[in-house]
């Protein structure tokens, strides 16, 4: 009879000490605003200005839109051999499974969810894809850009200002070295988006803010 | 006098882009970046010392006339390993650990790149900063590797215009993004803990 009341006890202690964990998780909605684009920023990114110099506004008019036909016929060659899933698979489970692994529980937010407590992370994914780092060698990173914001939504003084993040890849190839390997080329691009989930999460997890 | 006050304005503009510049960048001392490596027990690191290893050690940057020829160098007050190394200490202390003389963990490494550039769009110029290095992080006793990795800082703002504030802001937010890299290395942390072990 005895051994039946220890075991009782060890039971409901073991099942206080779950539901206290649980209970201190930090509820976490994520809402993610818009969808990224595939970019490639070649021409733009060398570009010297002279159409400016040589005919102002107008000439500088004519020379962007060279440069951006010329990148735009980069992004339809690249962007076949790119995975379309990435954005969504590398950047957001990353991000999910980092906050989570620190007692976050997060939450997605649906278009019929309006979230009223714990803190809520909005971002605003604008483009991703390769660019010219270096324009003396040409080498290009992956790279990813978007806007965040963090709100406590109990804390009515919270801030909701926007924060850029520009991330790129630690790895620089060539053009043409990354046209010549479609996995070296998708490895660059998933390992910019880990990068950028991680530093977003991060900054969330130790710094309390993005 | 309206032509002449013209002239004066167009020779000191001309002249501007003749000149170099020289750039206080120095990273947010008042940042406190924290990362997984404050979750590692106190460590005595001894202070940076890195090696400028640019393939361009004369400048960070051009500054360029409207045909992208360049005319005047951009540079920095400080070096760039004082930079990144006063940056790097900082970190570590914001992260709970200490940096003194007689350490049990060196750091050595190499600055791969400090570079600023420049984007010419129809509107509006982006200033982007982008910095490498590669640390190493050794045993003082037995010189044996703990953790080596390379890691960047990027930072990019686009604006109408901006001269050297701007520019000086763009290299300092870069650092202050090489910091974050280093700061939020879980391999790192990984590897110090283990070490500590």
Known sequence: ?210 | MRKFILILLTIFTQACAFTDATLPVQHDSNANTVGPISEVEILTFSPPNLEDARSDKQRIGWKKNGYGQHTADITTEKTVQVIIEDAVTDALLDNGHAVVEDASITITGSIDRFWFETDMNFWTVEFIGDIQCTLDFKDASTSETIYSSVYTGTYKREVAGGLEATWTEVMAEAVDNLIEEIVFDDALAEALEEYRQ
């Open chain 1, 1 to 210: 009879m005895k051994i039946i009341h220890v075991i009782t006890a060890l039971v409901t202690i073991l099942f206080s000490a779950h539901f206290a964990q649980a209970s201190e998780k930090t509820i976490i909605h994520i809402d993610v605003d818009g969808s990224a684009e595939f970019d490639v920023l070649y021409h733009r990114a060398t570009s010297n200005a002279t159409g400016a110099v040589i005919a102002g506004l107008i000439g500088a008019g004519i020379q962007s839109g060279i440069e951006s036909n010329q990148d735009s016929a980069k992004v339809d060659v690249m962007e076949p051999m790119i995975d379309k899933a990435s954005w969504r698979t590398y950047f957001l489970d990353t991000l999910n499974t980092r906050l989570e692994s620190k007692n976050y529980e997060a939450e997605w937010i649906g278009e019929t969810i309006e979230p009223t407590e714990g803190l809520l992370l909005t971002i605003y994914p604008d483009n991703y894809g390769f660019k010219i780092v270096d324009t003396k060698t040409l080498l290009m990173s992956a790279f990813v850009q978007f806007e965040a914001t963090l709100v406590n939504l109990q804390d009515e003084t919270s801030r909701s200002e926007k924060k850029d993040f520009y991330v790129t890849s630690k790895d620089r190839r060539t053009y043409d070295a990354l046209l010549s390997d479609k996995v070296l080329m998708n490895a660059d691009l998933q390992s910019a988006l880990r990068k950028a989930a991680k530093r977003i999460a991060n900054k969330i997890i130790y710094n309390k803010e993005v």
